[in-house]
């Protein structure tokens, strides 16, 4: 099991950047596909960006891509989100998620593929 604690959520203005951190517990994380979900006020949580165990596969949603990028460190145990170019339609709550996996390239972009989640943390963009 693997606990995982957002962090690195604000207020930007448009047009500015963020890097949001997710740190994970334990000693498995290099076991984990991590991934990050949005919320916004009166929708649903929708999938960002994932990448695999090894870190050499990424991938995006259309609204965030060349804008956002993920990557993981895994001697700190830490995913990041660093997100440019912020637009007020990022604002959301954001969310860090983990699934244990054995493949090494795999990544995954459903809701229900995630068993483990953080708590949140908020981002707002303001125009």
């Known amino acids: 099991q693997v606990q995982l604690v957002e962090s690195g959520g604000g207020l930007v203005q448009a047009g500015g950047s963020l890097r949001l951190s997710c740190a994970a517990s334990?000693?498995?994380?290099?076991?984990?596909?991590m991934g990050w979900f949005r919320q916004a006020p009166g929708k649903e949580r929708e999938f960002v960006a994932a990448?695999?165990?090894?870190?050499?596969?990424?991938y995006y949603a259309d609204s965030v891509k060349g804008r956002f990028t993920i990557s993981r460190d895994s001697a700190e145990n830490t995913v990041y989100l660093q997100m440019n170019s912020l637009k007020p339609e990022d604002t959301a709550v954001y969310y860090c998620?983990?699934?244990?996996?054995?493949?090494?390239?795999?990544?995954?972009?459903?809701?229900?593929?995630?068993?483990?989640w953080g708590q949140g943390t908020q981002v707002t963009v303001s125009s």
């Open positions: 998620a983990a699934e244990v996996t054995a493949s090494g390239t795999d990544y995954y972009t459903r809701r229900n593929e995630y068993d483990y």
């Open positions: 334990g000693r498995t994380f290099s076991r984990y596909a």
């Open positions: 990448i695999s165990r090894s870190g050499r596969n990424t």
